[in-house]
């Protein structure tokens, strides 16, 4: 599917450029930079190409309503999606009487782009099966390396398959120094990297082959200790995009050293959990991490796991929150029996104990994000 952006603001077209080009759905992006008469739309349609339309309200908001009255008109098959839209009732009235199929507002969100692409995607469809929709991706994000949020994506892709009672996938993007096929004692020869090295040519076939299975949890990774070589940015993004085609969750374990990949691949995510102990080090690393999310637009999204939580933590939960600027969302206790106990079974964590009571309640929130897309 092509999509379209009008808009007179370059700003604006280089971010939605750069989130839609990583949208499953979306094959190619043409922006245009003025607005157009209704002949060049309909010479767009008459290619034969699917196509959604992104139409700029934010200052020339007559031309893009007439514009908008003359796609519904002239080219049905067309979705269009007004950006920059007032508040105003009289506004959205406007609008959606010009058959404009979603509205976002000034306040819109990389994520509410790539929702707006789902929404159109499945009314074209003509259904909401979830298992045709775009994949949604959960990025386990460390405040520092050693915070446990490695752990914490292993056990919460376990508990989010078994819930969703479908098949999940876990990428372990700690390429060199990852976990995931430790924990869960998985013997594949197999690892990330014969995934990128193949990233070119990957179908269900080879695909099958290269992953690895823990219960209804597909899994991928990570590297020899030994490995060296750097992988480019766009490989990652090349097989993420290919997974969100195939699961209807994706599970991404990154590393915390922000590589371009690890820069990319939040931009992705759906909600990205952003690990931290209490300490006064891990909470330093976790605001400087919220700072370059918040930079690029993505803080909405996050959703703070404070991890390893006891009694003999210093700071209250009120201090920590405050440091941070943003609230706690999910708290986690220390267990190490529990860790002990799943490693030693290469299992989920039991959710009977303190550990699985909060990975259970991680795993809901990723399967209620994943089915209603």
């Not at 604006?12 to 080009?21: H, K, N, P, Q, S």
């Not at 007559?62 to 105003?88: K, T």
Request: aromatic letters at 6%; a negative charge.
């Amino acid at each position: 599917m092509i999509a379209i952006v009008i808009t007179e603001d370059a700003t604006l077209w280089t971010r939605l450029t750069a989130v839609l080009e990583l949208a499953v759905n979306i094959d190619s992006v043409l922006v245009i930079l003025e607005y157009p008469d209704a002949s060049s739309i309909r010479s767009l349609e008459n290619t034969g190409e699917k196509c959604v339309v992104f139409i700029d309200f934010g200052v020339q908001s007559v031309r893009a309503l007439a514009l908008a009255v003359e796609i519904n008109r002239s080219c049905p098959s067309m979705g269009a999606v007004a950006l920059n839209v007032g508040s105003s009732q009289a506004d959205l009235i406007a609008i959606v009487r010009a058959g404009v199929c979603e509205v976002l507002t000034h306040s819109f969100s990389d994520g509410d782009v790539a929702t707006a692409v789902l929404h159109l995607t499945r009314k074209r469809a003509g259904t909401s099966d979830v298992s045709a929709s775009n994949g949604v991706v959960y990025a386990f994000l460390p405040a520092k390396p050693g915070s446990g949020a490695s752990s914490l994506a292993v056990y919460s892709a376990l508990a989010c398959a078994r819930l969703a009672n479908c098949h999940a996938l876990l990428f372990d993007f700690d390429i060199r120094l990852g976990i995931s096929s430790f924990v869960l004692k998985l013997d594949s020869k197999n690892s990330i990297i014969d995934a990128f090295e193949n990233a070119g040519r990957l179908d269900d076939t080879l695909w099958d082959q290269l992953i690895s299975e823990r219960e209804k949890l597909d899994v991928l990774g990570s590297a020899p200790a030994d490995f060296v070589v750097q992988v480019p940015a766009e490989r990652f993004q090349s097989i993420l995009k290919w997974a969100r085609g195939r699961y209807t969750a994706v599970v991404v374990d990154l590393p915390g050293t922000m590589e371009d990949f690890e820069i990319d691949t939040p931009q992705q995510a759906g909600t990205i959990f952003l690990v931290c102990g209490p300490d006064l080090t891990e909470l330093h690393m976790a605001r400087r991490r919220m700072q370059r999310l918040h930079s690029l637009q993505l803080l909405d999204r996050v959703c703070v796991v404070m991890n390893r939580v006891d009694k003999r933590s210093g700071l209250s939960m009120c201090d920590i929150e405050s440091l941070l600027g943003l609230q706690v969302q999910i708290t986690v206790p220390s267990d190490e029996r529990g860790i002990a106990e799943a490693v030693r079974y290469g299992a989920g964590v039991s959710a009977k104990g303190p550990l699985g009571v909060q990975i259970e309640a991680i795993a809901r929130r990723m399967v209620g994000r994943a089915l209603t897309g």
